[in-house]
T-cell receptor
Framework: AQKVTQAQTEISVVEKEDVTLDCVYE???????LFWYKQPPSGELVFLIR??????QNEISGRYSWNFQKSTSSFNFTITASQVVDSAVYFC????????????FGKGTRLSVIA | DAGITQSPRHKVTETGTPVTLRCHQT?????MYWYRQDPGHGLRLIHY???????DKGEVSDGYSVSRSKTEDFLLTLESATSSQTSVYFC??????????????FGSGTRLTVV
């Protein structure tokens, strides 16, 4: 079975600090996708990124960057120069590339950015 | 914006009463999912559907049933609501059962309180 672990339950940073959210996953399959979602205080789930298990290139999108390392089964998310608007719950998730096994979520990390 | 709507958005019900939540999509996607979100647990899968009248159980299916009589609607029924079913319920849709597409599209959620 698949498992996603987000060990950090809550993180609090001061605005403009960099912050990294950790995600460790478990699967025996070799082909899978990893995701990050953001849930702002308004409650909706916002897609941030999808990463294919065959693509270990790091990705940067503005202040956001993702570090995918298969060797450590990790898919960490870094926010550079954090802003108050980044305050949210962030979920890491995994889905296999075969069969109908649904998306499995980590328990989420609540990020609070203080002005 | 996405073609998925959940109803009702909020509901308060009494212990022991049946409750039905509705998820409606206009995307003609084959796959539909029900998750519940609770503090400290992230999102956990209740039931999912991979076609009309084709459903399967998720991690936390006890006390819930589902029905999908047409592509666009996926109903979640709490047969006899209990306080432990107080939660936020999210519906999701997907074109495929894997991550080949960009994962799931989520509804806005239904906040259910059982008193």
């Amino acid at each position: 079975a698949q498992k996603v672990t987000q060990a950090q339950t809550e993180i609090s940073v001061v605005e403009k600090e960099d912050v990294t959210l950790d995600c460790v996953y478990e699967t025996r399959d070799t082909t899978y996708y990893l995701f990050w979602y953001k849930q702002p205080p308004s409650g909706e789930l916002v897609f941030l990124i999808r990463r294919n298990s065959f693509d270990e290139q790091n990705e940067i999108s503005g202040r956001y960057s993702w570090n995918f390392q298969k060797s450590t089964s990790s898919f960490n998310f870094t926010i550079t120069a954090s802003q108050v608007v980044d305050s949210a719950v962030y979920f890491c998730a995994l889905i296999l590339n075969s069969g109908n096994t649904p998306l499995v979520f980590g328990k989420g990390t609540r990020l609070s950015v203080i002005a | 914006d996405a073609g998925i709507t959940q109803s009702p958005r909020h509901k308060v019900t009494e212990t022991g009463t049946p409750v039905t939540l509705r998820c409606h999509q206009t995307e003609n996607h084959r796959y539909m999912y029900w998750y519940r979100q609770d503090p400290g647990h992230g999102l956990r899968l209740i039931h999912y559907s991979y076609g009309v009248k084709d459903t399967d159980k998720g991690e936390v299916s006890d006390g819930y049933s589902v029905s999908r009589s047409k592509t666009e609607d996926f109903l979640l029924t709490l047969e006899s609501a209990t306080s432990s079913q107080t939660s936020v319920y999210f519906c999701a849709i997907s074109e495929t059962g894997t991550g080949v597409n960009y994962g799931y599209t989520f509804g806005s959620g239904t906040r259910l309180t059982v008193v």
